[in-house]
Nanobody, 119 residues
Framework: VQLQASGGGLVQAGGSLRLSCAAP????????MDWYRQAPGKQRELVAV???????NYADSVKGRFTISRDNAKNTVYLQMSSLKPEDTAVYYC??????????????WGQGTQITVSS
């Protein structure tokens, strides 16, 4: 199952960006959908999670600034990022778990999209 992420780029501090990540329509169901990020020289960290029921959770560093959401009809997860800071600079990855149409469990990652926040 291939996830397709989009929406990265360069933005000034205080600006906003929205990331999208779509899973193919040929799957049975999707559970949790997440966004992670990895800054240079640092470990990948969980940024935000949205469950299939719409419950959300955020890393403390992004609470109040980032909003994760999903459109189940489109198998798509979004990350709306506001009040961006230079320390948000990283490669952002989407992740999803679910079941294929043959009821095999999958866990897939998007290809990563670069976010650069200039001061």
């Amino acid at each position: 199952v291939q996830l397709q992420a989009s929406g990265g780029g360069l933005v000034q501090a205080g600006g906003s960006l929205r990331l999208s990540c779509a899973a193919p329509g040929s799957i049975f169901s999707i559970g949790d959908m997440d966004w992670y990020r990895q800054a240079p020289g640092k470990q990948r960290e969980l940024v935000a999670v949205v469950t299939s029921g719409g419950s959300t959770n955020y890393a403390d560093s992004v609470k109040g600034r980032f909003t994760i959401s999903r459109d189940n009809a489109k198998n798509t997860v979004y990350l709306q990022m506001s009040s961006l800071k230079p320390e948000d600079t990283a490669v952002y990855y989407c992740n999803a778990v679910g079941l294929t149409r043959t009821l095999h469990r999958f866990e897939s990652w998007g290809q990563g999209t670069q976010i650069t926040v200039s001061s």
